[in-house]
């Protein structure tokens, strides 16, 4: 186990679930209301310094049948990075539906938005970071498009000719290639 990964590791032996290491990388799952303490801990430690916020992401394991390190639907991730020994960690929570997870926007400030992302695309909601309305998609749109509930497909676009263009359902063709039942054909010229 890496040195910086064991000394978390024994700081919050009762609030991390696992910590494995997966291609080079290192992931370290924590039971979310633990989550600021854990994060504020790796970005003001003298050692760790942990202090760059790179991304969180959130990622829906509701159809996923292989090995997981959280029974809820839904993971959410922190990418942070240390500028100072070069090392990345990967943070990671598990949410269900109706829960919802501390956010990190007061411990990084770069979290609010990315947060506010993986609520409006995938419906996560983030303690202390509420939306009142949409903030990627329009405030009219329904559902949260990166749910593996919400069906594929697209709609028309207007082109700036003010001519309409086909959505991307009119132009699929079946080919060898196909993937998630066979809804991935490539595009025919109009």
């Not at 990388?25 to 942990?50: A, G, N, T």
């Not at 990315?114 to 939306?131: I, K, S, Y």
């Not at 991307?168 to 054909?185: C, L, V, W, Y």
Request: charged share 35%.
């Amino acid at each position: 186990m890496r040195d910086d990964v064991k000394r978390i590791a024994e700081e919050f032996s009762y609030d991390i679930i696992s910590a494995e290491e997966k291609l080079g990388e290192w992931y370290i799952s924590v039971k979310k209301e633990s989550l600021p303490r854990v994060m504020e801990f790796v970005k003001r430690d003298k050692e760790l310094q942990y202090t760059y916020f790179s991304e969180c992401l959130g990622v829906d394991y509701s159809e996923w049948k292989g090995k997981r390190d959280f029974k809820e639907r839904f993971e959410v991730v922190y990418n942070i990075m240390s500028p100072v020994s070069y090392r990345r960690l990967f943070i990671k929570v598990g949410v269900d539906d109706g829960e919802k997870v501390p956010t990190l926007k007061h411990v990084f400030a770069g979290a609010e938005f990315p947060e506010r992302e993986v609520w409006d695309l995938f419906g996560v909601e983030f303690e202390g970071n509420e939306q009142t309305e949409r903030f990627l998609l329009p405030d009219d749109w329904v559902g949260y498009p990166l749910r593996k509930e919400f069906p594929l497909g697209g709609e028309n676009v207007v082109f700036a000719e003010g001519t309409l263009g086909p959505a991307i359902e009119d132009n699929q063709r079946p080919h060898a290639g196909e993937s998630f039942e066979g809804k991935t054909g490539m595009n025919k010229r109009v």
